[in-house]
């Protein structure tokens, strides 16, 4: 879908994305900014990613193959949990929805989210995750406090990190440099998260193309903090989530409608 950038715009996209819509490409309001060749490279790029995913997908049914990978368990003694990060994109407008519609209200955690998307549709997303959970959803705000029971979503165009002095915990913005083409970028957040929470974290990573996140998910599980992969069969695209499969960085692979009975099992086990 090609979405003018606009809160018109947003709204039917992400109606557009809730009713089956893969992805969408963010198109200028003005023509003097359209640039044809430009907006068909992107679409060419995410089309051939989706079916490159659906014919991996096939084989793999084809084969009777389980999208499960062994993992060994971390050697560092994990500490009662104080945060979760997701990282998505393509395909992560839906699966979000999915997971926040199940997080408990009492959850008593702050959840962080990256998801891939320009500036101009990250606030309306928000607004959208708020209205389908039961936990408070925002958009994250540059100085914010972090406070427990309440998700909030990194802005289009900015990266996210946490900071924390004297107690308190906020939230940081910034426009420094893309990493791994994106920002806000995934591996920003979680090796954030790893500074202020060390092994008391989970790391979830979800649908979408590329490798950004899979990185940081390693150094999740090197720290001792839990992680969790969507699996392939309930991905849009198995891209990201694979790679941090494949890195080792992956303690527990789960599909969409089961990563938060998941979380609630390592909340149990850790303890908040």
């Known amino acids: 879908m090609l979405s003018v950038l606009t809160q018109n715009g947003a709204e039917a996209t992400f109606k557009a994305l809730e009713y089956g819509a893969i992805d969408f490409v963010p198109k200028p309001s003005s023509v003097f900014q359209f640039d044809p060749e430009e907006i068909g490279k992107i679409l060419k790029s995410k089309i051939l990613a989706y079916f490159e995913s659906r014919v991996r997908r096939e084989v793999l049914k084809k084969v009777s193959v389980l999208a499960k990978v062994p993992v060994g368990e971390p050697h560092i003694k994990k500490s009662p949990v104080q945060a979760i990060c997701i990282g998505t994109s393509t395909g992560g407008p839906r699966a979000l929805q999915e997971v926040f519609s199940r997080i408990p209200e009492d959850i008593s955690l702050p959840i962080f989210v990256v998801q891939h998307m320009p500036a101009g549709f990250t606030k309306a997303f928000a607004m959208r995750l708020n209205d389908h959970a039961k936990i408070k959803v925002k958009e994250a705000e540059d100085g914010e406090s972090i406070e427990p029971n309440t998700g909030y979503v990194a802005p289009g165009d900015a990266h996210l990190s946490i900071h924390s002095k004297g107690g308190r915990k906020w939230i940081a913005l910034s426009r420094e440099a893309p990493v791994n083409g994106h920002r806000p970028s995934i591996e920003v957040l979680l090796n954030s ?32 903090g839990s992680t969790i992969a969507q699996d392939e069969q309930t991905s849009v695209i198995y891209g990201m989530n694979r790679q941090a499969v494949e890195m080792g960085g992956v303690e527990y692979i789960e599909p969409v409608t089961e990563i938060i009975n998941r979380i609630q099992i390592i909340l149990k086990e850790r303890g908040i």
């Open 193 to 224: 998260a790893i500074e202020e929470y060390k092994s008391g974290m989970i790391g979830v990573i979800m649908t979408g193309m590329g490798k950004d996140g899979s990185a940081a998910m390693v150094k999740v599980r090197e720290a001792g």
